[in-house]
């Protein structure tokens, strides 16, 4: 365990017992939590605002102040002090895959049990929370691990962002998001796949049965499949309507892996709420994207590792070959995506590179054409509507959960701060830190 300090362990300590449940048992007093900082960026208004003060009682934020003005303090609360910090909200990646791991490409996963991979989640579950990102959404994994990662962190047992699961996500027969590595023989196919309207919209079902909160959609082919071309739809138009009616039925968001221009622009055609990797966007699709209001997801960061480490990690050399094809034509759409103002959103990809480096992305959304408040815009404020939990996450303000990231320094001068946070606070608890002061 991470040694934060005598006085800082204490108040761990003190905002994670238990309380009992029983009935004759007084009610617990509520736990606050009191945040200090030099600086504070709201999000909403882009204006960042000195000497704030924002309290935390039972993991949400009841006040926030700034300047002169000073909220009243509970009794006994807890002090977590960050001077000459600057706070923001808790960031949040729109596309991880937690229980996938860069190290292990091409066929080498198959040296390990299928629970191995729900058991490394759990490191890369707390990189990701450490390196300032206290949301993800997770948009697909096997056996339903990620339902499972979110109920062990939800618990206790585990340090993890908040998760927002997908499980399996869905696809066509021999799609991106089937099972494309093994021979016949093997007879391995994603449960998830369907090949029919009706066939797809059961599968929205079960997955929402199990746990999912976001609906998955593989509608072109991928990087990292075999015998799929990215830049090639694989669901008929009524299939991904299907699918995109179904999960509003549920009210559930849905989400579309999605490549090539043509797959892109049927699926948001279809209604689909958020588009993913959207490498080959054209300026129809973005002219659409805007007038249907769909956030659209650029992981533009990933390329240089793939093309750096996919080999000596197992990568096949198609795959690498792909994303030779498809990261400087992403980059360009990206960039021409955000000059013409389209909705957007921060997704990495994560699991692709290694997880804990979620924040190296903001750079080079930067460098393609971004300011760094939008590009935090796109992890924060942008990022919770897009999941319809503006009450929870996005922003320091009150109702919302007492999730922020301090820096050393102003992000929206120089945004490679975030990939060093000074201390990270989840639901009011200070989870890492880099000499935050509490008592």
């Avoid at 991880?96 to 390990?112: D, E, R």
Wanted: net charge neutral.
């Amino acid at each position: 365990m991470r040694n934060f300090g005598v006085a800082t362990a204490v108040a761990l300590a003190a905002l994670g017992s238990p309380a009992f449940s029983q009935t004759s048992a007084p009610r617990p007093k509520p736990k606050s939590v009191v945040v200090t900082a030099d600086h504070m960026l709201d999000v909403e208004t882009g204006r960042l605002l000195d000497q704030p003060v924002v309290v935390i009682t039972n993991g949400r934020i009841v006040a926030v102040a700034s300047g002169s003005a000073r909220p009243a303090i509970p009794a006994g609360a807890t002090r977590i002090d960050l001077p000459g910090k600057t706070i923001v909200p808790g960031l949040i990646d729109m596309h991880v895959h937690l229980t996938s791991n860069p190290k292990y490409g091409g066929y080498t996963g198959l040296q390990f049990t299928d629970s191995f991979w729900v058991a490394q989640a759990a490191g890369n579950a707390e990189k990701t929370l450490r390196a300032g990102f206290t949301t993800v959404r997770n948009v697909g994994s096997d056996n339903y691990a990620d339902v499972g990662l979110k109920q062990a962190i939800e618990e206790g047992w585990i340090a993890g962002p908040r998760i927002v699961p997908a499980a399996y996500a869905l696809g066509a027969t021999g799609g991106h998001c089937d099972e494309t590595f093994l021979p016949p023989s093997f007879q391995r196919r994603s449960p998830a796949m369907g090949d029919s309207p009706e066939e797809l919209k059961k599968r929205v079902r079960e997955q929402r049965k199990y746990g999912a909160e976001v609906i998955k959609v593989c509608a072109t082919g991928g990087v990292f499949s075999r015998n799929t071309e990215p830049g090639v739809q694989q669901l008929h138009d009524d299939e991904l309507k299907a699918i995109a009616d179904e999960a509003h039925f549920w009210k559930l968001k849905a989400a579309a892996h999605a490549h090539g221009a043509e797959g892109i622009k049927a699926a948001i055609r279809a209604g689909i709420d958020t588009i993913e990797h959207v490498s080959l966007i054209d300026d129809e699709g973005i002219r659409l994207a805007k007038e249907r209001g769909t956030w659209l997801g650029f992981d533009v960061y990933n390329t240089e590792y793939t093309l750096a480490e996919g080999a000596a990690n197992g990568v096949l050399e198609e795959n690498i070959a792909k994303e030779r094809r498809i990261g400087t034509l992403q980059r360009q759409n990206f960039a021409k995506a955000a000059k013409a103002g389209a909705r957007m959103i921060f997704s990495t990809d994560a699991g692709i590179y290694p997880h804990g480096d979620n924040a190296r992305q903001f750079a080079v959304m930067v460098r393609f054409g971004m300011t760094p408040l939008d590009a935090i815009r796109t992890a924060t404020w942008n990022a919770a509507q897009a999941l319809g939990r503006e009450g929870d996450v996005g922003a320091i303000s009150v109702g919302r959960y007492g999730d922020l990231v301090a820096v050393d320094g102003d992000p929206t001068r120089d945004i490679t701060l975030l990939e060093r946070p000074a201390a990270v606070i989840k639901g009011g608890r200070l989870v890492a830190e880099a000499g935050a002061a509490a008592r």
